[in-house]
């Protein structure tokens, strides 16, 4: 696998842990046990490309950009989507999330 695949996995796998964490919520607890399963498939599906990633690029970086993909997309899909309080030092830090992510990526 090439090491731009690899990125290319990783990113996706970020993209899974967001509609990973938008899952449990969207689960409610055990009220919707169809949707936890689908989440659960999700979660395994982004550890999987985690993994895949992991065979070239180093772990350190390769964790920091996947949780970074998570947390702040999930911030921001909980803001748009959810009805999480919008305010500016949030959009503040996590584009500051956003911006290590890229730097990690152009530091590697």
Known sequence: MTYNASWLLLIIAGCLEIAFAVGLKSANGLERPWILAGTVVVLAGSLYLL??????LPVG???AVWTGIGAAGTAIVGMY???????LWR???IGLILLSVAGLRWAT
Not at 51 to 56: D, G
Not at 81 to 87: N, R, T
Request: charged share 10%; aromatic share 16%.
């Open 51 to 56: 993994t895949m990633a992991l065979r070239v």
């Open 61 to 63: 970086t390769a964790y």
């Open 81 to 87: 989507w959810l009805g999480d309080g919008v305010s």
């Open 91 to 93: 959009i503040v830090w």
